[in-house]
């Protein structure tokens, strides 16, 4: 029987010791480019030499994670990297975009790809051909886990940190904050406040419980999550994760509670089963590590529910911040004492505490674990000399300018087609679509169909679009292109088309990421593909629910969410707007454009006409309160 493979982050030299000491059967790490934590210590191009010899010595093998977007500029220092991955013997390369699987196998036919959860698998219609295993999206149920685990390799994370997004999917931290997630710089904007509280911070994944029924399921690798963390933790979760995996395969499994008190202290935000096995995965109280809770003050007193110890660390909430310290003094009945007891009744120091603000021990002084001997460098030897890319001759766009706009009921629908826009987009799923589709006298009807799609959705999607018939379908789950032969395909920027590369393997029109400034996008060799103009641009999809209607930020920036066909949607907090600038793409020789507006698509799609007919225009004030996205800035 092939047993399942504990797979651990190792974000630095440390963190890969401890998770090789303390029982990994693989690991995972970046170098300091291209991996989707660059924050991490990571690896260098001499030292990952040293790493990947010092696991395989131990039997441990290692996967270099490349997995971010990638520019047109990046790609030869990309496969240059990949290259090395491959000359340090590395046992697979994980990446984020499905595109490269191609060129990586031509080059480097004898290393193994693995899919990113970057790439947001949700169904086995996305899994291309030589992958040889895929991080499947954190939230699917179990069932649709056994059900692709049953036709693929498969990893699962089953500890660690979870996204409020679904991975691949989240614009957050790049449109507000300037820094990518697609590119490895997330700021986490998921952990802080909108509305007084914490609504988008997730609680951290622990599967221990579980183990027994996802070995069953037929995964591949259990994967845990955190190359941001503690050496401390990576042993602590190796450690305890080793042991209940072999317990089941021994028939001895039974869960030990000081275990689980363990996986706590290490680090949580409070533990949930994740999506797999509920729906509920936020703790809107705090964003930060809990620990494990000891009691709440009472008239400067602490009665404790778990040991305390001198040296140990706590955290005192108190309103909106914790106070954290190492406790060097504790008192019992007026005295000093080296350790107390649960159900003691201890004085430490408050820091301002009042009744009733919880206190929690996040470290333990007695806490000790296996390091495993240092690494030792050896000396680099890079062996494929010449790597083959393609070479892309320029694709003009010989039509028409044209402006793709989308609807969201009956009334836009029939504005847009008013205002002539070449091409109407109107929610496949929607009760009306049949009728819009009749409606129309001058514009184009394409469907669009959800970006979140499971294997049994994409079925009845695909049978809904035999029925309607459409003059085309914007796509937003890769998985429906092997339902749309022979139709005319758009694809959403749900797609992260970064590079030629990408606008090479589909055979359709993307509209490209909006993450690219306008010197990228007009550099790109290939210039059949469209860019988003004007209108909402959606930062966050996830399959949490949230109450509001809108987050608020500390800085008054209002985020509309809304739901669609099942999946919360967070909306920039202004909309997209480049007016007279778009022109600058119809100099570079871009010629399709999008519009996504849920009011007035009439008035956008009339003033964009003038625009990019280079008629005369003047939007000094139109233009106040929009955001011009990524066009001058772009990500790192």
């Given at each position: 029987?092939?047993?399942?493979?504990?797979?651990?982050?190792?974000?630095?030299?440390?963190?890969?010791?401890?998770?090789?000491?303390?029982?990994?059967?693989?690991?995972?790490?970046?170098?300091?480019?291209?991996?989707?934590?660059?924050?991490?210590?990571?690896?260098?191009?001499?030292?990952?030499?040293?790493?990947?010899?010092?696991?395989?010595?131990?039997?441990?093998?290692?996967?270099?994670?490349?997995?971010?977007?990638?520019?047109?500029?990046?790609?030869?220092?990309?496969?240059?990297?990949?290259?090395?991955?491959?000359?340090?013997?590395?046992?697979?390369?994980?990446?984020?975009?499905?595109?490269?699987?191609?060129?990586?196998?031509?080059?480097?036919?004898?290393?193994?790809?693995?899919?990113?959860?970057?790439?947001?698998?949700?169904?086995?219609?996305?899994?291309?051909?030589?992958?040889?295993?895929?991080?499947?999206?954190?939230?699917?149920?179990?069932?649709?886990?056994?059900?692709?685990?049953?036709?693929?390799?498969?990893?699962?994370?089953?500890?660690?940190?979870?996204?409020?997004?679904?991975?691949?999917?989240?614009?957050?931290?790049?449109?507000?904050?300037?820094?990518?997630?697609?590119?490895?710089?997330?700021?986490?904007?998921?952990?802080?406040?909108?509305?007084?509280?914490?609504?988008?911070?997730?609680?951290?994944?622990?599967?221990?419980?579980?183990?027994?029924?996802?070995?069953?399921?037929?995964?591949?690798?259990?994967?845990?999550?955190?190359?941001?963390?503690?050496?401390?933790?990576?042993?602590?979760?190796?450690?305890?994760?080793?042991?209940?995996?072999?317990?089941?395969?021994?028939?001895?499994?039974?869960?030990?509670?000081?275990?689980?008190?363990?996986?706590?202290?290490?680090?949580?935000?409070?533990?949930?089963?994740?999506?797999?096995?509920?729906?509920?995965?936020?703790?809107?109280?705090?964003?930060?590590?809990?620990?494990?809770?000891?009691?709440?003050?009472?008239?400067?007193?602490?009665?404790?529910?778990?040991?305390?110890?001198?040296?140990?660390?706590?955290?005192?909430?108190?309103?909106?911040?914790?106070?954290?310290?190492?406790?060097?003094?504790?008192?019992?009945?007026?005295?000093?004492?080296?350790?107390?007891?649960?159900?003691?009744?201890?004085?430490?120091?408050?820091?301002?505490?009042?009744?009733?603000?919880?206190?929690?021990?996040?470290?333990?002084?007695?806490?000790?674990?296996?390091?495993?001997?240092?690494?030792?460098?050896?000396?680099?030897?890079?062996?494929?000399?010449?790597?083959?890319?393609?070479?892309?001759?320029?694709?003009?766009?010989?039509?028409?300018?044209?402006?793709?706009?989308?609807?969201?009921?009956?009334?836009?629908?029939?504005?847009?087609?008013?205002?002539?826009?070449?091409?109407?987009?109107?929610?496949?799923?929607?009760?009306?679509?049949?009728?819009?589709?009749?409606?129309?006298?001058h514009s184009r009807f394409f469907v669009c169909?959800?970006?979140?799609?499971?294997?049994?959705?994409?079925?009845?999607?695909?049978?809904?679009?035999?029925?309607?018939?459409?003059d085309g379908v914007l796509v937003g789950n890769?998985?429906?292109?092997?339902?749309?032969?022979?139709?005319?395909?758009h694809l959403d920027y749900s797609f992260n088309?970064?590079?030629?590369?990408?606008?090479?393997?589909?055979?359709?029109?993307?509209?490209?990421?909006?993450?690219?400034?306008?010197?990228?996008?007009?550099?790109?060799?290939?210039?059949?593909?469209?860019?988003?103009?004007?209108?909402?641009?959606?930062?966050?999809?996830?399959?949490?629910?949230?109450?509001?209607?809108?987050?608020?930020?500390?800085?008054?920036?209002?985020?509309?969410?809304?739901?669609?066909?099942?999946?919360?949607?967070?909306?920039?907090?202004?909309?997209?707007?480049?007016?007279?600038?778009?022109?600058?793409?119809?100099?570079?020789?871009?010629?399709?454009?999008?519009?996504?507006?849920?009011?007035?698509?009439?008035?956008?799609?009339?003033?964009?006409?003038?625009?990019?007919?280079?008629?005369?225009?003047?939007?000094?004030?139109?233009?106040?309160?929009?955001?011009?996205?990524?066009?001058?800035?772009?990500?790192?």
């Open positions: 029987m092939q047993k399942v493979e504990l797979l651990l982050p190792a974000g630095d030299e440390s963190c890969l010791r401890a998770a090789v000491s303390n029982g990994a059967d693989a690991v995972y790490l970046g170098f300091n480019k291209f991996n989707a934590r660059l924050s991490a210590g990571n690896f260098d191009e001499k030292t990952i030499f040293g790493a990947i010899d010092y696991c395989h010595k131990r039997n441990v093998r290692v996967y270099v994670a490349l997995n971010t977007l990638v520019k047109n500029d990046e790609l030869a220092e990309y496969f240059r990297l990949i290259n090395v991955a491959y000359s340090a013997n590395a046992d697979a390369i994980l990446i984020q975009d499905p595109c490269f699987i191609p060129l990586i196998k031509q080059n480097f036919p004898d290393l193994a790809i693995h899919l990113s959860t970057q790439a947001t698998t949700v169904n086995s219609y996305s899994i291309p051909e030589n992958t040889d295993c895929v991080v499947l999206a954190r939230e699917l149920s179990f069932e649709e886990i056994v059900s692709i685990s049953k036709k693929y390799n498969t990893e699962v994370f089953v500890h660690g940190a979870l996204c409020f997004s679904y991975s691949g999917q989240c614009l957050f931290s790049s449109l507000v904050g300037g820094r990518s997630g697609n590119r490895g710089l997330c700021a986490q904007p998921c952990r802080l406040m909108y509305n007084n509280k914490y609504p988008l911070s997730t609680m951290d994944l622990c599967l221990l419980l579980k183990i027994p029924e996802l070995i069953k399921a037929g995964i591949v690798a259990f994967k845990v999550e955190g190359r941001m963390r503690s050496p401390l933790y990576v042993a602590t979760v190796a450690r305890i994760y080793r042991k209940y995996i072999d317990a089941h395969y021994a028939g001895t499994f039974s869960i030990d509670d000081q275990d689980i008190y363990d996986l706590m202290l290490a680090f949580n935000r409070g533990f949930t089963t994740g999506f797999g096995f509920n729906y509920n995965v936020i703790d809107s109280r705090k964003p930060m590590n809990r620990g494990i809770f000891i009691g709440t003050f009472k008239e400067g007193k602490l009665k404790l529910r778990t040991n305390l110890k001198r040296g140990d660390g706590v955290g005192i909430w108190i309103d909106d911040k914790v106070t954290g310290y190492t406790v060097n003094k504790i008192l019992k009945d007026g005295m000093k004492v080296e350790e107390a007891f649960a159900g003691d009744t201890v004085e430490i120091d408050p820091k301002g505490a009042r009744d009733r603000d919880p206190v929690y021990k996040t470290s333990s002084v007695d806490v000790q674990f296996e390091l495993g001997d240092e690494i030792q460098p050896i000396k680099a030897e890079v062996r494929k000399s010449k790597i083959i890319l393609p070479q892309f001759n320029p694709v003009e766009n010989k039509s028409s300018i044209k402006i793709f706009a989308k609807a969201y009921n009956k009334k836009s629908a029939q504005a847009a087609d008013r205002a002539k826009a070449d091409v109407v987009y109107y929610d496949v799923l929607k009760e009306d679509c049949e009728e819009i589709k009749e409606l129309l006298n169909t959800p970006r979140i799609l499971s294997d049994k959705q994409l079925v009845e999607v695909a049978d809904r679009v035999k029925k309607i018939v459409p890769r998985g429906m292109l092997k339902f749309l032969a022979g139709r005319e395909i088309c970064f590079n030629d590369v990408d606008l090479n393997c589909y055979p359709s029109i993307p509209i490209i990421s909006p993450e690219l400034n306008f010197g990228e996008t007009a550099a790109l060799k290939n210039k059949r593909f469209i860019v988003l103009i004007h209108g909402d641009i959606v930062l966050m999809n996830s399959k949490q629910k949230l109450k509001a209607p809108e987050l608020v930020d500390s800085g008054g920036r209002h985020f509309k969410v809304r739901i669609n066909n099942g999946i919360t949607e967070i909306l920039n907090s202004k909309q997209l707007g480049l007016f007279n600038k778009a022109r600058d793409y119809v100099r570079a020789g871009i010629k399709y454009f999008y519009i996504d507006v849920e009011k007035d698509v009439d008035k956008f799609v009339r003033i964009y006409r003038k625009i990019l007919n280079f008629e005369s225009f003047d939007d000094t004030k139109i233009k106040k309160g929009y955001t011009t996205g990524h066009f001058g800035r772009g990500v790192r």
